[in-house]
């Protein structure tokens, strides 16, 4: 199944320009805040600190991620990514028959609360290219019935597997770089696995084409191949 997808970012108040924070181990620097569509609103604290959360999906799927830059010096850069949500008003919101229906009214929403934890580790090579890798989980629990099934559907399947069974693993790999006048790419590969559920994996593909008018503003357009078993 191949997605495309259109995103945005800009950058707001002081602070150095340079790599964006998001899908790396650099973190936003003090003072400063980092917004897009489709990605995390951040804002950089001290001490190589970053709070950030999904604004415009605040309503449906609330929570707060936590990150914190443990080593930065030289090329390498390591950070670790903590974060605290709940999918309970987006899945009772589509528990419903009809048009905008996916689960069945049937089910028990219970009140969820999920936890991700990801290690994350950038090292810039060949001058302009940067390539991060990240692996960790998520840990679900929940206080209520539960009767929920799994979503059978592409990127939600991996993403809700934790409701299902408790927890869920992913890792993978990102590289990015801005190669001319401000244009430049942007590849993701990453795997979810999901024990417990029929379904076993989930591998997801994403290549943009990203554009830089400026220090502070990002466009990128791309595609997302997604496959499982």
Request: with cysteine.
């Amino acid at each position: 199944m191949i997605l495309a997808l259109i995103t945005c970012c800009v950058a707001i108040g002081a602070g150095g320009i340079g790599v964006w924070s998001d899908g790396t181990a650099y973190t936003v620097p003090a003072g400063r805040i980092e917004a897009g569509l489709g990605s995390p609103w951040s804002i950089g604290m001290r001490d190589r600190r970053e709070l950030s959360s999904y604004i415009l999906f605040g309503a449906l799927v609330p929570g707060f991620r936590f990150k914190q830059q443990w080593y930065g010096e030289g090329d390498w850069s390591m950070a670790s990514t903590h974060s605290l949500y709940s999918i309970t008003p987006l899945l009772r919101l589509i528990r419903r028959e009809g048009t905008g229906g996916i689960i069945s009214p049937d089910n028990e929403i219970p009140v969820f609360i999920g936890s991700g934890n990801h290690l994350l580790i950038s090292h810039p090579f060949a001058q302009v290219h940067l390539i991060t890798f990240t692996a960790g989980g998520t840990a679900t629990v929940w206080f209520g019935k539960h009767t929920l099934e799994s979503i059978d559907y592409f990127m939600a399947y991996p993403r809700t597997a934790s409701s299902i069974t408790g927890y869920s693993f992913d890792a993978g790999i990102d590289l990015r770089a801005t190669v001319w006048r401000g244009w430049g790419y942007r590849s993701n590969a990453a795997i979810f696995f999901t024990p417990g559920l029929e379904g076993t994996w989930e591998f997801e593909q994403t290549v943009a084409l990203t554009w830089h008018p400026g220090d502070r503003c990002a466009v990128s357009a791309g595609a997302r191949y997604v496959a499982g078993a």
